[in-house]
């Protein structure tokens, strides 16, 4: 088959939940995760690979979801979502210039904070592969889903992702790669099934929100279209797999178990109620930046003035103005105050504001199980790839829930965190913000 040539090798379990946590009934919101012994603040209490982890791309309309000729602002790992090649093309890619200016003190060609590219050896339709990973490891971890994913036999999922809903590509995703750990592993795919299947879920046509566009008195029509793209997108899905060599190395029992619409069904609204952001923290293009914005005045007005083609590119790429008009020099990395309003200073903040950055989104079978609260005690990091850091926040003693928060509830008042737990069909919050406030 296509990109048929990566080795495949039996995977590293997925779902070891280590000494920190283990999975318990609660009194009111089902299972959740529970400390096993007494951790401090900033403890890291769990490490969880994704199930499943998907860059998206910063224009979808422009550049495609997932496609294979889709070259997203960032450069990354297909597998682990690790940046990877040298700092200068990532801000190549990020300013949109064919070649960047030479500057004084500064080797943009560094290859530092960023890792090896592993390209594919196979093709797709007689074009070479534009798959890449951030090693060999990764490259052989993601061989059976890649194969799939890259395959012709693929393209309708994708067509389907790009017009509708990306969840129809991540949940097709979920559908293989539980394949292959049945396949490589030899588990019992309702083994397998099981852990997709424990995940919280709904009917993902009535979970979906409902454009503003569409009238109220039309949301029976709205939720039976996506009911029908369901349909469709699980007709492709399972095309897809069945064609695949993978599917020809499986118990045809397990491939048509796995391939039943309440399944796939299953998937989508479990993705849509438990796949958890991924935004990564090591930025090699933000670090820079970062890194010059933190420099001494003399010094970091020079080297912006040198940066300024790279700079206005970052801007102008993201559809920014870069005027110094109505700018207040605020971004992730201020520059002095006594210098914000400079308008050096002010292009330096607007391309850190609009430098790209990645963003995914994952499903993780262990941090899955943790339950919300406004005012949490952990929260999920991801350092330089996509795998989950479940970190506390505060100590936290043996036998107490571990909570994170799933949405961003700090600036938000009562009213507006309870409409926002609705979406994730949860009534109320009972965490000692909410308790507070109500």
């Excluded at 605020?330 to 210098?339: H, K, Q, R």
């Excluded at 507006?416 to 069909?425: D, N």
């Amino acid at each position: 088959g296509l990109c048929s040539r990566l080795p495949h090798v039996r995977n590293i379990s997925m779902y070891d939940l280590g000494e920190w946590v283990e999975v318990k009934d609660t009194a009111t919101a089902g299972r959740g995760l529970f400390a096993t012994k007494d951790a401090g603040a900033g403890q890291v209490l769990l490490r969880d690979k994704p199930h499943v982890a998907v860059q998206l791309t910063t224009d979808e309309e422009e550049n495609g979801f997932a496609l294979h000729d889709c070259r997203p602002k960032v450069r990354a790992c297909a597998y682990c979502l690790r940046q990877i090649g040298p700092v200068a093309e990532q801000l190549q890619r990020a300013s949109g210039l064919s070649k960047l200016p030479e500057i004084a003190g500064i080797d943009l060609s560094q290859s530092e904070g960023c890792v090896s590219v592993v390209g594919c050896p196979g093709t797709q339709d007689g074009t070479p592969c534009q798959a890449e990973w951030c090693s060999a490891a990764c490259r052989t971890h993601d061989s059976a889903l890649h194969s799939v994913v890259h395959s012709a036999a693929y393209a309708p999922v994708l067509a389907i992702a790009l017009e509708e809903n990306r969840v129809f590509d991540t949940a097709a995703r979920c559908l293989v790669a539980a394949l292959a750990k049945h396949v490589q592993e030899r588990v019992a795919i309702s083994e397998v099934l099981g852990q997709l299947l424990d995940c919280v879920s709904g009917d993902w046509w009535n979970l979906v929100e409902m454009p503003d566009d569409v009238p109220l008195e039309e949301a029976g029509d709205f939720r039976k279209a996506m009911k029908e793209t369901a349909h469709q997108g699980h007709a492709a899905a399972a095309e897809a797999i069945k064609s695949s060599a993978l599917a020809t190395d499986a118990d045809p029992a397990a491939v048509a178990e796995l391939l039943e619409p309440s399944v796939f069904f299953h998937v989508l609204g479990a993705l849509h109620l438990n796949s958890i952001q991924v935004d990564i923290e090591d930025d090699p293009v933000l670090g820079i930046l970062e890194a010059v914005a933190a420099a001494p005045e003399a010094l970091r007005d020079g080297v912006i003035d040198q940066l300024r083609p790279v700079l206005e590119g970052i801007v102008a790429s993201q559809g920014g103005d870069d005027s110094d008009d109505d700018d207040d020099g605020a971004g992730p990395a201020e520059v002095g105050e006594e210098a914000a309003d400079s308008p050096a200073n002010a292009l330096l903040n607007k391309a850190i504001d609009a430098a790209p950055t990645l963003i995914g989104t994952g499903l993780f079978l262990n941090i899955r199980y943790c339950n919300h609260a406004c005012s949490p005690n952990a929260e999920v990091r991801f350092s330089d790839s996509a795998v989950g850091e479940l970190v506390t926040l505060e100590p936290i003693a043996k036998g107490s829930e571990i909570l994170i928060s799933y949405f961003d509830a700090e600036d938000m008042d009562l009213g507006e965190r309870a409409a926002e737990l609705k979406g994730y069909r949860i009534e109320s919050c009972g965490c000692r913000l909410c308790a507070s406030e109500g």
